[in-house]
């Protein structure tokens, strides 16, 4: 099919994830259905027709799966883990590694490099899912009010590093200003989407920006639930 890219290894890499997990928990783990759905996640933001309009055409398509890896699927394997003991990590450790990450990959020389080579793209899209899981992880054995001043701080640089790149002068990323257009969908995109280089790279800002936020604001919000229901529980 055009546009879906069946990668051997991350079949077998999300297979093995899948196969390891039911092994792990011997099938019996009460939100098991979050875990798999992250695995599911995780592999269609790799083989579907995202992964090409983003490795070759569109810069705001490379977002959404940075966004889907850093902020999507690490939620959604934590919620489906059963309580066990990890090496725990410093909560600013951490936060650097979560949100360090996702500034350092996009240095416009960094960003390009990634495109440019297949390794460090691999390596680009590991540590997003890597730090991000070290990020959500950790959340939850903050306290709430640290846990609100980790997510608030994550969001606050998540709109900062997106109003840079929506206000930033076109052509950022300049893989993405005359791509080669092997599959001939340029004028699909171009003309029909009217997506032309700057529009292009102003809507992957704003996925960064009001996505990203929202996903940090709903978590501040459950946070804000879980302890109010705390605090009506002792009182």
């Not at 099919?1 to 999300?14: H, K, T």
């Not at 350092?104 to 899981?133: C, E």
Request: overall charge neutral.
């Amino acid at each position: 099919m055009i546009g879906w890219d069946f990668e051997p290894s991350v079949v077998i890499g999300c297979a093995a994830l899948a196969i390891g997990y039911l092994a792990f928990t011997r099938g019996q783990a009460r939100n098991a259905w979050y875990f798999l759905g992250g695995v599911l996640v995780l592999l269609l933001d790799l083989v579907s027709p995202i992964d090409l309009l983003g490795d070759q055409y569109l810069f705001s398509a490379h977002i959404v799966q940075h966004f889907v890896l850093a902020m999507v699927v690490p939620p959604l394997l934590i919620a489906g883990m059963p309580p066990v003991r990890l090496l725990s990590v410093q909560p600013a450790l951490a936060w650097l590694l979560g949100v360090g990450t996702m500034v350092f990959w996009h240095i416009p020389a960094l960003f390009n490099a990634a495109l440019a080579n297949d390794a460090l793209h691999i390596t680009q899209h590991l540590s997003f899912l890597v730090t991000g899981t070290i990020f959500w992880w950790t959340l939850r054995r903050l306290s709430p009010l640290t846990a609100i001043s980790y997510l608030f701080s994550a969001c606050l640089t998540c709109s900062v590093l997106g109003a840079a790149i929506t206000f930033g002068r076109p052509g950022l990323y300049p893989a993405y200003l005359n791509p080669e257009d092997h599959l001939g969908l340029l004028p699909l995109i171009r003309d029909r989407w009217g997506l032309d280089p700057k529009t292009d790279q102003q809507l992957g800002g704003l996925l960064m920006w009001v996505p990203g936020c929202f996903v940090y604001l709903s978590a501040i919000l459950i946070t804000v639930g879980r302890w109010y229901g705390m605090k009506e529980k002792t009182a």
